[in-house]
Structure formats: C-alpha cells, structure tokens
C-alpha cells in the first residue's frame, strides 16, 4: 500500500494529562490481484501523550490505530482478502460544534457508554445517551460480532455497521458469556467538530473457562446537539473467540451470513 496523501479530518485534547488525538484521513493506491492499481482511502486514529513545560513539548508515548488493506489481513485465515476494504467513515453525520453544548454531556455520554458495557450494569440507560438513529461501525472492516460475511462479500458498504438495537442485544449477549469491566483511560472532545476520541479497556473473563484477558479499543464518536452519541467508529482488539473465528479455529454457525456468538 502506497500512501498519495492524508489530511487530519478532527482532533482533540484531553486538558487534564496532555493527550492529545486525532482522525486522518490517507489516501493510497491500492494493488489490485491481476496487478492493476486504484485509488482508495481509509482512516488512522493517532493518540500521543505529550510532556509540556516552558520550552518544550515531548511526545512521550503514541498510538496508532489504522484501517486495513487487504493486504493486511493475510494473517486471517478466514478473511478473503479480495473482499475486504476500509469500512467508509461516517461523514454524512460530520458537522461543527454544536452552539451552546456543555463538553460534560459529552464526556457523560462516552462514560455511560463504556459503564453499559460492565457486567453487573443495565444497558437501558443507553437509550438517552444513544440516539435513536445510532450506529456502531467496526472500523477494522472484519471483527466476527459486528460484521456479516455474506454483505461484505457482497461488497455492501454497511457490511460492518449495526444499529442501536443490534449493539444493546450484543451488549447482553456479551455479558452472559463474560465478566467485564470497561474503564475509560483518555476521552477528549473536539473544540470546533460533533466528535469526541475515547480509549478505553476492559478487563474480561470468560465465564466458562476462566480465562482472563484483557481488550482494548480507540473510538471515534460522533454526537449531535444534544450531546447523544450518533455513531461510534471503533478501533477495537478483538475478543477471545474471534480471535479463534478469524485463525479459522472456531466454527462459524447460525443463519447464513451471520456470526454465532458461541
């Protein structure tokens, strides 16, 4: 993959510990498989931790999250490459700040989002904090729970996006098959766009086997005026079994099309 261009599409600065984020937009040919190039583009998610004093700024740690090519994902066995592309950020909903909104409805938001996804917390708060036209997207374009194969072989360009009801349904599935507990690290708000960066962790345990792991994830949310999440673009570890899913050693079950969460 050969990158023409990028430009920062937003950014944001959490005040507190000097973390700061942002959202590129890169463009690239693309290596066709009969040796041909076309255009395309994607979307990396960069967070840097940066020392400030009096006369100078040091980036002491960063992060970079990035969409794929295809290929990147030779790893995956169950992933055919010809069918995989960057799954199309949600611009439609991309706008300025909204006049005369609070950041702490913001940040409330981010943290009931991340407070729903706890074992032992309900997920009907969502319903204000998420708006009723809501979507989560998997930003990698191929993780098993949010994806369906049969629309991405099909070239659809919501292959891998869900809407609110779906993500409270994953939510309680999720729930059921693990102990977890997800803590927001950073969340910064974007001073002049709707967008908002959080990095979060959850620390899981499967509840069958006992297995302990730990999941990570950098997302892009996106809210409108009144502070309701309207699209989370998540850059997120994958989970145990599609860890398993994606190597090709676990099984694939359900309706055609449709990834069983065992």
């Not at 002049?192 to 999941?215: I, L, Y």
Request: charged share 25%.
């Amino acid at each position: 993959m050969e990158v023409n261009s990028w430009e920062v599409v937003a950014s944001a600065v959490a005040g507190a510990d000097d973390t700061f984020f942002a959202l590129v937009r890169f463009s690239y040919h693309l290596e066709a498989l009969h040796g041909e190039t076309s255009p395309s583009e994607g979307f990396k998610v960069f967070e840097l931790e940066v020392f400030v004093d009096d006369t100078k700024r040091i980036v002491t740690a960063m992060q970079e999250r990035s969409q794929l090519a295809p290929e990147d994902v030779g790893a995956f066995s169950t992933i055919d490459r010809a069918q995989v592309s960057s799954a199309p950020f949600p611009s439609d909903r991309l706008g300025p700040y909204p006049a005369g909104l609070d950041n702490a409805k913001v940040h409330a938001a981010a943290e009931a989002w991340c407070k729903a996804r706890c074992s032992g917390n309900m997920v009907e708060p969502l319903c204000t904090v998420l708006a009723p036209s809501f979507r989560l997207h998997d930003a990698y374009g191929l993780l098993p729970v949010l994806c369906d194969p049969a629309r991405m072989a099909a070239g659809a360009a919501d292959a891998c996006v869900v809407d609110r009801e779906r993500v409270m349904e994953i939510i309680e599935a999720s729930k059921e098959r693990y102990e977890i507990d997800c803590h927001s690290v950073d969340c910064a708000v974007s001073a002049d766009h709707n967008v908002a960066f959080t990095h979060w962790r959850s620390q899981v345990k499967n509840r069958s086997s006992g297995a302990k792991f730990c999941v990570e994830g950098i997302e892009v949310d996106l809210f409108d005026g009144q502070g309701r999440l309207t699209d989370v673009f998540l850059f997120r570890d994958p989970m145990d079994f599609e860890r398993d899913m994606l190597s090709g050693n676990a099984q694939q079950g359900g309706a055609p099309g449709v990834w069983l969460i065992p």
